[in-house]
Nanobody
Framework: QVQLVESGGGLVQAGGSLRLSCAAS????????MGWFRQVPGKEREFVAA????????RYADSVKGRFTISRDNAKNTVYLQMNSLKPEDTAVYYC?????????????????WGQGTQVTVSS
């Protein structure tokens, strides 16, 4: 079993930055592909970014490419999402997720473990 705890959400003005963190426990972190998703009320949870176990491979949604950066520190069992140039449409609950597949997948169905989510609100 994997436990995931997100932190770092909050309220920020458009153009600002936030860094989300996700601390993992319960299983060898370095064997997990990690992802970030987000969801707004009434919409499906959507893929934001994912990173391979080594950190060498990353994938991003087109909507965040060039603004968000996913990274991980296997020594700290933590994955990060650096969010720059934030826009009001980035407002959502952000979820950390983990999967034991070796592929850096973008489908939420492929992820087995989820955090509780952290709210990010971007004001215009």
């Amino acid at each position: 079993q994997v436990q995931l705890v997100e932190s770092g959400g909050g309220l920020v003005q458009a153009g600002g930055s936030l860094r989300l963190s996700c601390a993992a426990s319960g299983r060898t972190f370095r064997s997990l592909v990690m992802g970030w998703f987000r969801q707004v009320p009434g919409k499906e949870r959507e893929f934001v970014a994912a990173i391979s176990w080594s950190g060498a491979l990353t994938r991003y949604a087109d909507s965040v490419k060039g603004r968000f950066t996913i990274s991980r520190d296997n020594a700290k069992n933590t994955v990060y999402l650096q969010m720059n140039s934030l826009k009001p449409e980035d407002t959502a609950v952000y979820y950390c997720a983990a999967t034991e597949t070796i592929l850096v997948v973008t489908s939420r169905e492929a992820y087995d473990h989820w955090g509780q989510g952290t709210q990010v609100t971007v004001s215009s």
